[in-house]
């Protein structure tokens, strides 16, 4: 009979230690703009752009000034987001291409810790049995935009209010990439606006320009709509909110290249409490760094899993100021164009890149 009562007393104890940790994991939630050149944001020195709320959090929470991508196209560079691992490790290499089916990803890694982990918007990665996100409705998934339809905020909504266990969501929206369709370009008169020097000052570019500039203030709207929803839902305070730009846009010398333009992307973190407010941080950092970053706030261990990042918890804890020493970036152009290998390293200062073909015609 003691040993009855002592079990039922060991197992409820071990039950209550389990929910008190439970209840400590902080829910997540990733915001991606796709194709947004980290430095067209005004953030990053942008002087057209207006984004009051990627401000308005950059202003509550940490700015990383050297954060980069392994691969400046869609699909690989989200590929190294979900996975830790570098595109060359994890299959996904290329556009429209696919990991490896052995390979686990966020879903896998944050759900065996206990969380729903949904994706609502662009998913853009393959095969599903790498990625088994929960499918979250309300935010266009397909690139080709349609401008008559806005975006609905009830999938987002009851996703994060469900409270049973904590939450990991991504909302990976589809601006701005092309085609510029949405947003109110005559907000930003061609005439009017600054060029950055890697664009040439033509008349059609200044058009485009100003129809991408209306993409980013609509894309800030719906970063503005998802933090509401997030406010609302009663999890702030306990959700670490992420939001990044992801490559580069279709100007030259961007999205498809290995200069920074391509790689750089902007990041912000706001975590009440625990990031510093209103700082920036020169700590080095990379997308596959994210995940296991996600996963030590969540209460596992990264080193359990073939990562080739590690977590940067104590920069987002304002512990340090530094992280990596290098990032590094590849491009490979097929399936859309001929072969042409690129490689590069950086410090963060210096940006080493190697043409592997420079003999072969290059198109970005």
């Known amino acids: 009979m003691c040993k009855r009562i002592l079990t039922f007393i060991v197992l409820n104890l071990s039950l209550v230690g389990f929910l008190a940790q439970a209840a400590g994991q902080p829910n997540f939630l990733i915001i991606m703009a796709d194709d947004c050149t980290y430095n067209d944001l005004p953030l990053y020195g942008g002087q057209n752009a207006k984004t009051p709320n990627i401000n308005r959090l950059a202003a509550r929470g940490l700015t990383f000034n050297r954060a980069y991508l392994g691969e400046a196209m869609c699909q690989p560079c ?3 987001l979900f996975t830790a691992q570098y595109a060359m490790r994890n299959g996904c290499a290329w556009n429209h291409s696919a990991s490896r089916p052995g390979v686990k990803s966020m879903p896998h890694h944050l759900g ?3 969380y729903r982990v949904g994706i609502a918007g662009k998913v853009h990665v393959k095969p599903k049995s790498v990625y088994p996100f929960i499918k979250v409705e309300g935010f266009d998934s397909s690139c080709v935009r349609n401008p008559t339809r ?3 905020l009830a999938g987002v909504t009851q996703f ?3 409270g049973d266990k904590p939450f990991c969501l991504v909302v990976a929206l589809v601006e701005p ?4 369709v949405m947003g109110d370009a005559s907000k930003y008169p061609p005439k009017k606006l600054k060029l950055p020097p890697n664009i040439a000052d033509t008349l059609r570019t200044r058009e485009d320009y100003s129809k991408y ?6 894309m800030d709207g719906q970063v503005g709509a998802i933090m509401q929803v997030l406010e609302k839902s009663g999890q702030a305070k306990d959700t670490l909110v992420l939001f990044t730009s992801e490559q580069g846009s ?3 010398g961007c999205k498809w290249t290995n200069w920074n333009t391509g790689l750089h ?3 912000v973190a706001h975590w009440p409490g625990r990031t510093p407010v209103g700082k920036r941080t020169d700590a080095l950092v990379q997308y596959a760094d994210i995940l296991p970053t996600l996963l030590t706030a969540a209460g596992g261990d990264p080193k359990k899993h073939r990562y080739d990042g590690t977590s940067f918890l104590p920069v987002l804890a304002g512990k340090s100021n530094n992280h990596r020493q290098f990032v590094y970036g590849i491009h490979n152009n097929i399936p859309e164009g001929p072969e042409y290998p690129i490689r590069s390293v950086s410090d963060g200062t210096f940006h080493y890149i190697r043409n592997l073909r420079p003999d072969e015609l290059y198109i970005e």
Do not use: C, N
């Open 177 to 180: 990439h092309v085609p510029w």
């Open 250 to 252: 279709q100007f030259p």
């Open 112 to 114: 065996a810790k206990g």
């Open 265 to 267: 992307t902007a990041l």
């Open 78 to 80: 989200r590929s190294e």
């Open 150 to 152: 806005a975006h609905d």
């Open 160 to 162: 994060m209010s469900k």
């Open 213 to 218: 500039l209306a993409e980013i203030t609509y």
